[in-house]
């Protein structure tokens, strides 16, 4: 089973996510999400939505740059996350600037709700410049739209749980499982917003998910500044989906 990390870029400081990163060089892990701060990230559950605006303070693109390089000599796929309202007036700008810092894709939570209507011309733009349109899907998500969507892109699927990260509302996974298997084929499914400890990681391994994305898990330990902590959780997410 695959594994996905995510971390709002460069929450808390440029400084201490570099010292996180380098704690977690040795854990074995195939993507990493680093999320494009924004005033708006209303998709987010609390605990992220409040990196945000902490990471702005610091953002630029040169220093994304300079992250992303060292995770792709590590052999890892990086992939931003992003809101279309960071880029909405001028889509190929943006994609310009996270292929220019070395990014592989993006992932667009917003895009099939705020910006429905114009989801085809992003998407082309994202292609254009080189990136994975990586689609973003959940349980309300239309099956249409899934359909459309996987028409025009080829990467990886991201699958989200719940309605936001950090919120729990009661989950049927074997259900939830089939539905998107029927829809997405053989395509990768990396599933998201909501993975609740070990038991929870057993039972998407066991319903047939190629693998999961954690983000809200880290934020206290980096809050805290708890090295062990944030190290004994990276740990455990590896042993969880890459032991036997």
Not at 118 to 135: M, Q
């Amino acid at each position: 089973m695959k594994l996905a990390l995510y971390f709002t870029f460069p929450y808390p400081s440029l400084e201490r996510f570099g010292k996180y990163m380098e704690i977690i060089s040795d854990v074995k892990f195939e993507y990493a999400e680093l999320g494009i701060p924004t005033k708006y990230p209303y998709y987010d559950g609390p605990q992220i939505r409040k990196t945000h605006g902490v990471a702005l303070k610091e953002f630029s693109m040169e220093s994304l740059g300079k992250q992303v390089s060292i995770l792709k000599s590590q052999g890892k796929k990086v992939y931003a996350l992003a809101y279309c309202n960071l880029f909405s007036e001028n889509p190929g700008e943006f994609m310009e600037k996270l292929s220019a810092a070395g990014i592989d894709g993006i992932i667009l939570p917003d895009l099939l709700t705020d910006f429905y209507h114009e989801r085809k011309e992003i998407i082309h733009s994202v292609h254009d410049h080189g990136l994975e349109a990586i689609p973003f899907f959940n349980a309300s998500t239309p099956d249409h739209s899934i359909e459309e969507i996987l028409s025009i892109t080829h990467s990886w699927i991201y699958f989200g749980l719940q309605p936001s990260t950090g919120i729990k509302v009661p989950l049927r996974i074997d259900e939830m499982y089939k539905r998107i298997r029927s829809l997405c084929g053989s395509r990768e499914i990396i599933v998201g917003f909501g993975i609740d400890g070990p038991e929870m990681i057993s039972e998407l391994k066991t319903a047939g998910f190629d693998g999961i994305a954690v983000g809200s898990a880290f934020i206290r330990s980096m809050d805290e500044d708890n090295i062990s902590a944030f190290e004994k959780q990276a740990k455990m997410l590896e042993a969880e989906t890459h032991g036997k």
